[in-house]
């Protein structure tokens, strides 16, 4: 293979997948340093002034510390913190890969389908009848198409904890509002499309355009739009771990604030005496070790919210303008528009 030939073949770079791969790029991107918040900062300046004020105060009034058993507990503490704060990002990774599976499962029925649908033909070849019966199967994949991209849509803005009031333009019927008004009161919009879809199916049954055996799998992956979306609304409910975050939490900041009184009686050593470098160097070491434990901390807050995290680093216009261009194409109709065309 060279300069993207293979044989006879001419092979080209996807643009559109290398698009949608940037614009996630960019947003992954934008959240590079977001475990740095207020409060991480605001825990930083108070371990940091703890550590200080015990360098200081330690190097003139001298205070009687010994070590006796505290460093043996603190060495223990710290092991067994660390390791629950590994835990809690391993898992915040792993539920927003599993809510990422999720998305893509929801996409890959949505493609099935429209890929089973081609199955839908014309039942009569006399010019009169085969005309209406030609018009009937292209509304249907027209329709069909639409409610994918619709089911879609109101997929995501669930995702990010909203609901459909009114459709897209692209997105709405042309036969009036009833199906606008039943999704704008329909407390769940993506399940109402994918009852929605499943009707259409039936409508070709009853017109003996397809088979009931080919209305059975597609039945069977409108099924699979209903699972996908009820697995993420099921993490968007779930409760989050209150009382194991306030634990991490008290234990993390009691945890720095002792090393920081710690790491200045250390700095100071046997001398006792107070010099400006190893103040400097006291700050230095208890701030870069309170940045990481509560770096670590905040890291792991992905467990309380997965699906923000992945809303935050999904392009989800990208994905649905990848979609749409894909179910006109599936169709295998020419009179099927994208939906969601790019810009």
Not at 302 to 318: F, H, R, W
């Amino acid at each position: 293979m060279s300069n993207g030939k293979l044989l006879d073949s001419v092979v080209l770079s996807d643009a559109g997948l290398m698009e949608a791969q940037a614009k996630m790029s960019t947003k992954a991107s934008k959240q590079f340093l977001a475990f740095i918040s207020p409060d991480m900062m605001v825990q930083t300046v108070i371990a940091t002034s703890i550590s200080a004020a015990v360098y200081v105060g330690h190097s003139y009034v001298q205070f009687p510390i010994t070590e006796g058993v505290a460093r043996m507990v603190h060495i223990v503490t710290g092991l067994l913190l660390g390791i629950l704060l590994t835990a809690r990002v391993i898992l915040g990774v792993y539920m927003t890969f599993t809510a990422t599976r999720q998305v893509y499962a929801f996409t890959n029925a949505c493609r099935s389908i429209a890929v089973l649908s081609t199955a839908v033909n014309e039942t009569l070849t006399v010019s009169a009848g085969a005309e209406l019966e030609k018009k009937a199967v292209s509304k249907f994949r027209y329709e069909l198409v639409r409610l994918l991209n619709l089911s879609f849509y109101c997929y995501t803005l669930m995702l990010q904890g909203m609901r459909l009031a009114v459709p897209p333009s692209t997105l709405r019927t042309v036969s009036g509002n009833a199906e606008d008004e039943l999704l704008a009161t329909c407390p769940n919009p993506t399940v109402m499309v994918a009852r929605l879809i499943s009707a259409l199916f039936e409508q070709q049954r009853a017109a003996k355009r397809i088979t009931s055996e080919q209305v059975g799998v597609l039945m069977g992956k409108t099924g699979e739009l209903i699972e996908a979306y009820h697995s993420s609304l099921s993490m968007l409910l779930s409760p989050s771990p209150v009382s194991l975050t306030a634990f991490v939490y008290f234990f993390t900041a009691a945890w720095v604030y002792f090393s920081a009184a710690a790491l200045a009686v250390i700095e100071l050593g046997d001398s006792k005496a107070f010099h400006g470098f190893g103040l400097w160097m006291t700050v230095c070491y208890s701030g870069f070790l309170s940045l990481f434990m509560f770096g670590l901390y905040e890291a792991g807050n992905v467990v309380e919210a997965p699906l923000k995290a992945l809303m935050s680093l999904l392009a989800t216009d990208a994905m649905a303008q990848t979609l749409s261009e894909d179910l006109s194409c599936l169709v295998d109709d020419e009179t099927v528009p994208i939906m969601f065309p790019k810009e």
